[in-house]
């Protein structure tokens, strides 16, 4: 029989590896490298996450030239066979050799998910290549050989959730972490990583914010302030760096207010959850994340008015941050730094509801036309979380605007308040005034959940993050 490294294997299993390497060895140098890989999963249509590739070569490329020969990828695939084959037989309870939707349904609920019979039918869907509502431990196989993770968990979390990832620019809803990310610590690095891609891409999207800010506050029917225009007065009135202003308290702001809608989630989750160990239903996690929103948001609320002010102001009008909260509170109080809060909360509702509603009709849609487990791509996962987002913003863009001209304090007298802007801008500006600044709002969206994503990655995989 064949030996390759400390494996040994029968012709007919060195023929099967044979023609398996040859198909990840897309350039057919007998060496795998990432690019090989990556058009690999692509072309098998294996349901991937980032990163995964550039794992599997990690734990295998044994003198780290960035590539895996045919021994190294022998030793992969026979020790990650010997893992998938023990999880398959654990979770086939009648020993059949077959995995069907109850055996699924008994596997999550052992670890404190529970699902229902229609979702494990679809989970069993993407496994079941031959269309017989089974699977059979070669369709396991084929399905899970290049997840590189063996343990149980992670095995169910990916069939799970490796449909799309949400890489939305504000995300009201939190992320879930794990008991182990939890205990471990790894929670901190995903929040860091998370608020580096957010500092980044608020960074290079300020010109667009500071424009949409300038509109919802000067503009109007009456004057022909647009974007062209608008970012001539810029120009004009402060040179280049002026576009920029109110980009340092809205990038300061990310931290305090990430780790306290975390730390809220986390605690409010405690609450919703019966059973320590159950997932939340999407009601749930809506409610929760919602709460949590709402409890960051008044505490960091002074910040989102320094930072409006901020992206206002007229050269030579405030010193800096400090000067400007001075300023605020020696002339118009304490209150002053609450103006606008309550539409602020209220925005919160629709624009978490609608962005977490919109993110799971497109991963049930994608889902249910790519049953086999096709790879979204960057592309779709990219086009997803702007789609969702955006339909978030859309919701609550007319609260957002009232918000913004009360923290400007542009109205007085007994117009000043949420019911009495909305009222003045209706009776002067009709219903489109309410989103008088929402192009230079959409033009961002895109980049940002670009920027962010790209800079996630990188700030993950230098802290050492892994995606499960």
């Given amino acids: 029989m064949p030996i390759h490294g400390k494996h040994t294997v029968s012709i007919e299993e060195e023929k099967r590896l044979a023609a398996l390497f040859d198909r990840v060895d897309i350039n057919g140098d007998g060496k795998i490298d990432i690019m090989d890989l990556s058009e690999a999963l692509h072309q098998m249509r294996v349901p991937t996450l980032p990163g995964q590739a550039q794992r599997i070569l990690d734990k295998y490329d044994h003198d780290r030239d960035g590539e895996v020969n045919f021994a190294d990828f ?58 017989t ?106 040179g280049c760096r002026s576009m920029w202003r109110g980009n340092g308290i809205n990038v300061l702001k990310i931290a305090p207010e990430s780790a306290i809608k975390f730390m809220a989630y986390e605690q409010i989750k405690r609450v919703f959850k019966s059973n320590p160990d159950h997932e939340l239903g999407i009601h749930q996690r809506f409610a929760a994340g919602s709460l949590a929103g709402a409890i960051s948001q008044s505490v960091i609320y002074p910040m989102e008015v320094l930072k409006t002010r901020l992206a206002l102001r007229k050269t030579g009008q405030f010193a800096g941050i400090s000067d400007c909260a001075y300023k605020i509170y020696s002339k118009e109080g304490c209150r002053s730094f609450y103006r606008g809060y309550v539409p602020n909360l209220i925005g919160i509702i629709p624009y978490a509801g609608i962005d977490l509603c919109v993110y799971e009709t497109l991963k049930s849609v994608y889902v249910t036309n790519h049953s086999k487990g096709e790879d979204p791509g960057i592309l779709v996962l990219l086009a997803c979380g702007t789609a969702s987002s955006t339909c978030g913003q859309l919701a609550s863009y007319p ?25 003045t801008i209706i009776k002067t500006e009709g219903l489109r005034g309410l989103y008088r600044g929402i192009t230079p709002n959409f033009m961002k969206v895109a980049p940002a959940v670009s920027i962010s994503y790209v800079v996630y990655e990188r700030v993950r995989k230098l802290l050492g993050v892994e995606m499960t």
């Fill in 133 to 238: 509502l089974l699977i059979n431990y070669d369709e396991w196989r084929a399905f899970l050989l290049f997840n590189p993770s063996s343990d149980i968990r992670d095995i169910i979390h990916f069939w799970r959730h490796a449909n799309i990832i949400d890489v939305g620019e504000d995300v009201i809803v939190p992320d879930d972490f794990t008991e182990t990310e939890l205990q471990s610590g790894m929670w901190w690095r995903h929040l860091v990583a998370g608020a580096a891609a957010g500092g980044v891409s608020r960074t290079c999207t300020a010109p667009l914010d500071r424009l949409k800010v300038i509109l919802q506050v000067h503009g109007s029917k009456h004057n022909n302030i647009g974007i062209v225009s608008g970012f001539r007065h810029m120009l004009a009135e402060g």
């Fill in 399 to 423: 609260l957002a605007l009232v918000r913004t001209k009360l923290q400007a304090k542009v109205t007085l007298g007994k117009n000043d308040n949420m019911v009495g802007t909305f009222n």
């Fill in 74 to 131: 022998v030793a992969y695939v026979k020790e990650h066979e010997k893992s998938l084959k023990l999880s398959f037989e654990k979770l086939d309870h009648n020993r059949d050799g077959f995995l069907d939707a109850d055996e699924i349904v008994i596997a999550f609920k052992n670890m404190g998910v529970n699902i229902d019979r229609v979702e494990a039918k679809r989970l069993v869907t993407r496994m079941d290549r031959d269309e």
